[in-house]
């Protein structure tokens, strides 16, 4: 038998959280139509399933985002796995390509790739291609990762419309990525600058993540003289942007159940301790489970003692430090466990992900994309 620990991907959960953001931007939509006086759209969704789905696999990220309009992320393999699933929709390099020869992988899988500096637009322009491609040109509003600067934007989105003109590119888009939207800050710095630049020039908009999306939708609606297209990621597999409101406020559900089992249990006397360094010691008799789950499986070496685990249905807490292939549990509210009980270390049945990332300084992004490779997936409708 394989060790007990595996992680669910329920395809049904993904599937609901994206209808949770369609209708979030669609009553949003209604709002500010019936505010403004003007017809504006729901944007568009990318499904934003980089770093394999964050985690959860790219074949079930493909089957839950069936009725997304399109699908990002950064690997080109990983988009050439969405079209072998048979993803026949818009896909989105969020970094763009890395070097001329991925013009061609452009080409022949149809992928819409950002464009984020000028060596990108210049490469764009050489070689021979069978049909003419698709890209949002990225604009650095602020957070100072990627993106053209300010003040070269406009002259690069001239080029790009020229060679639009010339038949090279097929559409020209706007973008750009907020440092703040999760936070007190906001967007607004960085929308005036992006509103600045971008004014007057033709092409859809992209501008929000899931915080984004969730916390200023009227900023990504579409008007009648431009498209429009949302970012989410991490909202649509059920974890929160922001460390001040849990996924489940919003009506999202956990696509990621990691679970094992109790695979051994101690009876321990006042004073003994537990596990490496012995962080932990009892201050009477109490009984502990060990649950077949480590830091090697992706479960954060820096949860403490008092980390929320689910034994048996009932939630405890985690005792002393995570070793790489074990961990240990008060079963104190569970008398009944024993060994072969079953366990949730988050997801459905069990903490939220944000919760275990909260108590190991961490954010949930983290703990699902770091799901180890030797933890086995099982997909669920
Ligand atoms: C990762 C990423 C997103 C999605 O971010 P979430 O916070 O997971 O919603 C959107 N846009 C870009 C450019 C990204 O890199």
Avoid at 54 to 71: K, T
Avoid at 118 to 139: C, H, P, T, V, Y
Avoid at 264 to 277: H, K, S
Avoid at 352 to 373: F, K, R, S, W
Wanted: with cysteine; net charge neutral.
């Amino acid at each position: 038998m394989p060790r007990p620990i595996h992680a669910t991907i329920s395809v049904d959960a993904l599937a609901h959280n994206l209808d949770v953001v369609r209708n979030h931007l669609h009553q949003a939509a209604l709002a500010a139509t019936a505010a403004q006086g003007q017809p504006l759209a729901p944007p568009s969704i990318w499904a934003v399933i980089k770093a394999n789905a964050y985690g959860h696999g790219i074949e079930p990220a493909v089957r839950g985002f069936r009725q997304a309009q399109g699908l990002a992320m950064l690997d080109l393999n990983e988009a050439v796995r969405c079209r072998e699933a048979g993803w026949g929709g818009p896909i989105l390099l969020l970094e763009g390509f890395f070097e001329p020869a991925d013009v061609e992988v452009l080409d022949r899988y149809h992928l819409t790739t950002a464009v984020h500096h000028a060596d990108q637009l210049a490469i764009l322009a050489e070689g021979r291609r069978s049909r003419r491609l698709d890209i949002f040109m990225k604009l650095n509003s602020g957070m100072n990762r990627l993106g053209f600067a300010p003040d070269a934007y406009r002259a690069a989105y001239r080029s790009a419309l020229r060679m639009r003109d010339d038949g090279v590119l097929n559409s020209v888009g706007k973008m750009t990525h907020f440092a703040n939207a999760d936070g007190p800050e906001g967007i607004a710095a960085q929308m005036a600058v992006f509103d600045r630049v971008t004014e007057g020039l033709p092409g859809p908009v992209s501008v929000s993540n899931s915080a984004a999306t969730l916390r200023y939708p009227a900023v990504s609606l579409a008007r009648d003289d431009h498209g429009a297209w949302v970012r989410p990621g991490i909202c649509l597999y059920g974890g929160t942007p922001f460390a001040d409101a849990g996924a489940d406020s919003f009506g999202l559900r956990p696509a990621m159940t990691l679970a094992s089992r109790l695979i051994g249990v101690q009876e321990l006397r006042a004073g003994d301790a537990v596990g490496y360094g012995g962080l932990f010691r009892a201050e009477g008799p109490l009984r502990v489970g060990v649950v077949a789950c480590g830091y090697a499986d992706g479960y954060p070496r820096h949860a403490g003692t008092g980390t929320p685990v689910t034994v048996a249905g009932v939630r405890t807490r985690l005792l002393g430090r995570v070793s790489m292939d074990m961990l240990a549990v008060d079963l104190t509210p569970a008398p009944a466990a024993g060994i072969g009980a079953p366990v949730v270390l988050w997801g459905e049945g069990g903490p939220a992900v944000d919760e275990v990332a909260q108590a190991a300084g961490t954010i949930g992004y983290e703990l699902l994309c770091a799901l180890a490779p030797r933890v086995p997936l099982q997909v669920v409708p």
